[in-house]
């Protein structure tokens, strides 16, 4: 007779620009810490809970969820009264992360053809074609449209858009001269450009925005506080147990670190505001 255990019910909303064995990993991490059971969700066609579907969390169909910054928000902003946000984030290795804080980038990339026609800084890219995951992400569009405007340029800057669906699908639009630029998550290519062809050596970062604030992990708001607690403490003890530090540096996870909302203020909230200002639009 097979032993009961509790299960957790994860789901991710960031693949495939975050590997998918990266949360089969935290499945394994989850497991042996807390002696449970888990499932994961794999939900590829969105960055968060689809907003003209039952709410995962309201219909107890998840736990613990990984999703977008954007995503996260705006499930804040609807005051959706299902869900928490778990105290804790990851941080991943970046060249501009060098005091390995919370947060992300966003990655300006070209092909590396690009450099002999003189493409130096982001406003060398006037008129050339675009390729960016979803217009609501904050790395692959919102930020991109903030700089322009602060650069005193509008949407007639771009050519040609591409909405790609993911920042990995970005990136290869870019390796295979679909696009000449795109704005990806900084962490999207730490795993994969390995397995680009030729291991994306064509692949060149113009320049890095940001810092964008962390990754949400999202909790079911009436699961059980013990086990918010035992998730979260599984994860701040990472890097004391080498095992576990090791496999997490393979996908770029340095640590992981307490989180708040307090990190989804400020700026970041009128980043998120500026529902006005499309990629398609001209804005001034």
Known sequence: MAHT??????ATYMCPSHPVQLYELIQ???????????????????????PDRPDPFGTDKVDIAFMTVAAYM???????????LLPVTPVFAHQMNVENKPGYFSDIIIHRDKKAHNVNTLLDLRGCTFAYSDDESLSGSKIILKTLKEKGENASFFGSLLRSGSHLASA????????????????????TKKYMFEGGKDIITLETLG???PYPIVAKADLKAEVKQAIVKAFL???????WKNKFAKFGILKFVHNSDVAYDGQVAQMWACQSEKLNVRYY
């Open 5 to 10: 255990k509790p299960e957790i019910r994860l």
């Open 74 to 84: 705006k499930l804040r902003n609807d005051n959706n009264a299902f869900i928490d």
């Open 28 to 50: 394994d991490l989850l497991e042996e810490t807390l002696d449970c059971y888990t499932s994961l969700i794999y939900e590829s066609r969105n960055p968060g809970p689809f």
């Open 211 to 213: 810092r964008l604030p």
């Open 237 to 243: 003890n990472l890097p004391h147990t080498s095992e």
């Open 172 to 191: 290869q639009m870019v390796l295979s001269k679909q696009a000449e630029w795109a704005a990806v998550d900084s962490t999207t290519l730490l795993y």
